[in-house]
């Protein structure tokens, strides 16, 4: 295959070195300068420094329309509030095409109190409807990927080409890929996992151990699987690579920059001074109320998600927010599983 992989930060660099080795693969950088860099170094010194480039990957710079002529398959690893221009830029082209980002647009309209930002399959809807398009999740830090460790992700699209090609590109020895066309589900798991990492950082933060951690995990997962199902999501996915598994993977691996947001505001960091130490970002910081603002219009109560939006706006301080969850009144497991009344939680 030919296939263009559009951003140079450390998940487009870590899948187009995974791909390399069996397809003819460019990995277009925005900054020409990073791009010349790359190429001469054969190294990616700022997001993934010390992994040797393959000699068959090329480094190119310029805009996602050049990028992406004659390509089979189109990977845009931007942040995904990039995303919307991406995808505009792509309309027309008969590549398939996939986004690996995670997380919630930001909202377009931040004077309105209604407005919220959308996931990534439905700026797709709303852009470029025509594109033959899915996404590539699961459970995996770039690093790892790009050390050709064993990993798991999931290749979702309502499109079976897009699926199809998503695991001709990536499936191999230690890169497994499993298909699914529950697109919404997947999106879901991705984005909300973020949010609840932060909540287990925290945790961690705090000292309050092993079960405090398993039990917000375990609960985090009934709201995401609350959320995903008035969206529309198969429960079943949350129970997979892009609900439990990546939530498990976010919230408990050093490497997730999410949870080290919920550790550092446990130490007393602000969090303007969490966000800048990561020197990457950390969607789970952007999408958090997005997504309890829209729980919120469709009856559901995430009450970790909304601890973690009133952390961040500096309502709570990192111990009361921890309070506030674990001093909630009982409910049945099976009411806050999400299976009966939305309301309840």
């Known amino acids: 295959m030919k296939i263009c992989v559009h951003g140079a930060g450390a998940w487009g660099t870590a899948v187009a070195v995974n791909a390399a080795a069996r397809h003819e693969v460019t990995l277009w950088a925005r900054d020409a300068a990073q791009a010349d860099a790359m190429s001469a170094a054969r190294e990616n010194t ?47 082209t008969t590549a398939q095409v996939a986004w690996l980002c995670k997380g919630v647009e930001p909202a377009l309209d931040t004077s309105s109190p209604t407005a919220f930002g959308l996931l990534a399959h439905e700026i797709w809807a709303q852009v470029a409807p025509e594109l033959k398009a899915g996404v590539l999740s699961g459970p995996s830090f770039a690093q790892e990927v790009a050390e050709g460790r064993p990993t798991a992700l999931v290749a979702a699209s309502p499109h079976a080409g897009v699926r199809d090609a998503l695991v001709d590109a990536f499936h191999g020895p230690a890169l497994r890929v499993y298909a699914n066309d529950d697109i919404v589900g997947v999106e ?27 039990a917000l995990i375990t609960r985090g997962l009934a709201e995401m699987t609350r959320f995903g199902l008035a969206l529309g999501a198969r429960a079943d996915t949350f129970m997979g690579l892009s609900g439990l598994g990546d939530l498990v993977l976010t919230s408990t691996g050093d490497l997730s920059r999410n949870r080290k947001v919920g550790l550092l505001l446990a130490q007393g960091r602000t969090l303007a001074q969490a966000v800048d ?69």
């Open 277 to 345: 130490s990561l020197g990457h970002v950390a969607e789970g910081v952007y999408c958090a109320r997005t997504v309890v603002q829209r729980a919120r219009g469709l009856g559901i109560e995430m009450p970790i998600a909304e601890g973690v939006v009133a952390l961040l706006d500096g309502q709570v301080s990192p111990r009361d927010a921890v309070a506030a969850l674990t001093g909630r009144d009982p409910v049945p497991e099976s009411v806050q599983a999400g299976s009966v009344p939305r309301h309840s939680s």
């Open 46 to 92: 700022r997001y993934l420094p010390g992994l040797a480039l393959p000699a068959s990957l090329a480094v190119r710079a310029g805009d996602i329309a050049q990028a992406q002529a004659g390509a089979d398959l189109v990977i845009v690893a931007t942040p995904m509030a990039a995303l919307r221009e991406q995808l505009i830029a792509l309309r027309g």
């Open 188 to 214: 879901v798991g991705g984005a909300v996992k973020n949010v609840l990492a932060i909540a287990t950082g925290l945790c961690d933060g705090l000292a309050l151990g092993l079960n405090a951690r398993a």
